[in-house]
């Protein structure tokens, strides 16, 4: 049995893929601790794990608090807990965590809640999202606080492609992976299982402005695909659950401005409807 200590950001799209993982660790006898806002202490203690709220951080804050203020609540708390672990697990927004467990002498385990990065899939990025990159790292680290973490790595997007642990978990299938084929042993891709959805709520479609969407046998043709293609259980599972979530209403809508058209070979063709 393990003394894990896991950290995140106070962002539902970062923390809610990687409850999971906590559940599953605490139901093979693993000790968990999660270090995250107070907002998530319900989800987080579901889970089976020890919540453990920020410290120095604000009760109900702002958007713009959390984006200033997580960051340094996170690195403090978990380096101020006197109990002793044996291993570190972070998503990969929060790339301080790498530096966590270097003060801590132990391993760790970094997360990716969309998909992973590395020097080939950012290389023929647009400027626009490097200057993207820059300005959210500046909003949410800034020169004072990576100074004081003392981080290899300042830059954002940096450190997510060069400070690497030694184990990636990638929540998303490998076919959704750009340049997959970049990515070494040390990227394990896996989806959790889904239960499916369920709804009641209708979406009016006809009523819409003309979106585009794909026609039904285009969109069940490409899902086939995936399923071919998939290598792991899990993802498999993802892809199954995403086709038969979807609603009757979206492959009977007959609607101006569907781009997608079949071929004579019921092929998915992308067309302009006038």
């Not at 920020?54 to 807990?81: E, G, V």
């Amino acid at each position: 049995m393990a003394n894990i200590l896991m950290i995140n950001l106070p962002f539902t799209g970062h923390t809610n893929p990687t409850l999971p993982l906590a559940k599953t660790l605490v139901q093979r006898g693993h000790n968990v601790s999660y270090v995250n806002a107070e907002e998530f202490r319900t989800k987080i203690e579901i889970t089976g794990a020890k919540f453990i709220p920020y410290t120095n951080y604000p009760s109900s804050p702002t958007m713009q608090q959390k984006k200033t203020k997580s960051f340094r609540a996170a690195f403090d708390t978990a380096i101020s807990l006197e109990q002793k672990f044996d291993l570190l697990i972070y998503e990969m927004f929060f790339y301080p965590g790498i530096k966590i467990a270097e003060r801590l002498g132990i391993p760790c385990v970094r997360q990716f809640s969309q998909p992973a990065w590395n020097e080939y899939t950012t290389s023929d990025k647009t400027w626009l999202f490097r200057l993207s990159g820059v300005l959210i790292d500046f909003q949410v680290m800034g020169k004072k606080n990576k100074t004081y973490m003392e981080l290899a790595n300042k830059a954002l997007a940096k450190a997510i492609i060069y400070d690497k642990p030694l184990l990636n978990i990638v929540y998303v299938p490998q076919v959704f992976q750009t340049k997959r084929e970049t990515f070494g042993k040390d990227f394990v891709f896996n989806v959790p299982a889904s239960a499916g959805l369920s709804t009641s709520q209708q979406i009016p479609f006809k009523t819409m402005k003309p979106p585009i969407i794909p026609k039904a046998s285009s969109l069940k043709q490409t899902l086939a695909e995936y399923r071919n293609a998939m290598e792991v259980q899990d993802e498999f599972s993802f892809v199954s659950n995403m086709e038969t979530s979807i609603k009757t209403e979206l492959f009977e809508a007959e609607m101006e401005g569907n781009i997608y058209q079949l071929d004579k070979e019921n092929a998915a063709t992308p067309c302009r409807c006038e």
